[in-house]
């Protein structure tokens, strides 16, 4: 049980929890569900202590998974880009940051200086591979494991608050960690252990809602992301003779739909389905830079991929990476999807 691998760090943690009143939650830029997830499923644990917790992103948390939060916690949430130094005071003067689903503090973008600077005791908990370990006083990292939430869960249950039992985990925990752990397995297509259909199973019977995540996460599109969806698959999609499946949206599509940050989450799984392709790209353009949302199929390395040619790394099968612009690239489609072209057959011809 993966509670009992961690029984000694468990019991660190708790020693840690009961020494504050007050904690700081970080997690990485551009916020997914198991990252939200994890974070309220933290901050709603400590709160039933009666700790305090501030969760501090990089970024909002996407409208399409703005469900998860309760109206009151809202003000416990500090972005960097609406105010900057308030996330960088809060982070510098915090005695304990638990950083959530990310393994190096780049993963947290211009946050990751003052979590450099910060005196406050770091404690990880993440599911990512090659974790920076020397940069935390305390590490939990599975990477045998659906998500930061799946590897929370496990971890509450091994407190003596909790004792094994998911109907003792606090007032919203469950809703928050089977969300995220819903989310990061793609509704349990990938990245499913034993341990995660137990978690499943033992926060359905303490009474999760999952009927209402589900229709939260899976039924409650915005049509205009469905006709981007048909016109990427049906105008947008290449695949290469080596089985590699790229589409790019830039930004004249993105606004032409009006799409928002995260409503494009799971597009990239989609070609998957196709026999012959081994791995998929998903190039978003953004601001500053491509950002790189990558799937494999087993065999092909989805995070070597992401390491090698886009500055990023992530799961095995599933990674992403970034590419700014006049930096890394030229800003343009054209560049693009030569680079992808190119930076595709000498993965798939060499190294995959
Ligand atoms: P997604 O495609 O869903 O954005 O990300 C898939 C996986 O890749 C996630 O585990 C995420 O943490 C990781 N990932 C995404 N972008 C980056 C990045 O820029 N750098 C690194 N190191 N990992 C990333
Ligand atoms: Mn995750």
């Known amino acids: 049980m993966v509670s009992d ?69 809202k003000n416990l949430i500090v972005t960097e880009k609406e105010s900057p130094e308030e996330a960088r005071e809060t982070v510098m003067s915090a005695e304990t940051v638990f950083c959530l689903d990310f393994n190096s503090f780049d993963r947290t973008e211009k946050l ?11 404690i990880l908990i993440d599911h990512h591979l090659h974790p920076d370990r020397d940069s935390f006083s305390l590490v939990f990292s599975e990477t045998e494991i659906s998500s930061t939430s799946e590897l ?51 926060l359905l019977a303490a009474g999760v809602d999952r009927n209402r995540i589900i229709s939260e996460l899976y039924n409650n599109y915005r049509e205009n992301r469905l006709r981007l969806e048909g016109l990427l698959l049906d105008r947008k999609l290449t695949i290469t003779e080596d089985g590699v499946a790229y ?10 739909f009006g799409i928002m940050e995260g409503e494009t ?22 601001e500053d830079r491509y950002r790189i949302s990558i799937r494999s199929k087993a065999g092909v390395s989805a995070n070597r991929f992401a390491a090698s040619y886009f500055n990023g790394g992530g799961h095995e099968c599933a990674s992403g990476g970034k590419l700014l612009f006049g930096k890394d690239i030229e800003h343009s489609t054209a560049a693009m999807e030569k680079y992808l072209e190119t930076s595709a057959k000498a993965f798939m011809t060499t190294d995959k």
């Open 265 to 286: 989450e799971g597009f990239v799984n989609i070609p998957l389905g196709i026999r012959k392709v081994k791995m998929s790209i998903l190039v978003k353009e953004d």
């Open 5 to 73: 691998k961690y029984i000694g760090q468990i019991r660190e943690l708790e020693s840690v929890i009961g020494k504050h009143g007050a904690y700081v939650i970080m997690t990485h830029a551009k916020p997914d569900g198991d990252a939200m997830g994890s974070a309220l499923g933290l901050s709603r644990f400590l709160a039933s202590l009666h700790k305090t917790s501030r969760i501090v992103i990089p970024d909002r948390y996407p409208d399409s998974i703005a469900f998860m939060v309760r109206e009151q916690e």
């Open 112 to 122: 990751a200086p003052a979590l450099k600077e910060t005196k406050a005791d770091k």
């Open 247 to 256: 589409m790019i949206i830039d930004k004249a599509l993105s606004d032409k």
């Open 152 to 202: 929370l869960y496990y971890i509450l249950m091994g407190t003596s608050t909790v004792g094994g039992d998911a109907g003792r985990l606090p007032s919203g925990v469950g809703e928050a960690l089977m969300t995220g752990m819903t989310t990061d397995t793609n509704n349990f297509a990938n990245s499913v252990y034993p341990s995660t259909f137990a978690m499943a199973s033992s």
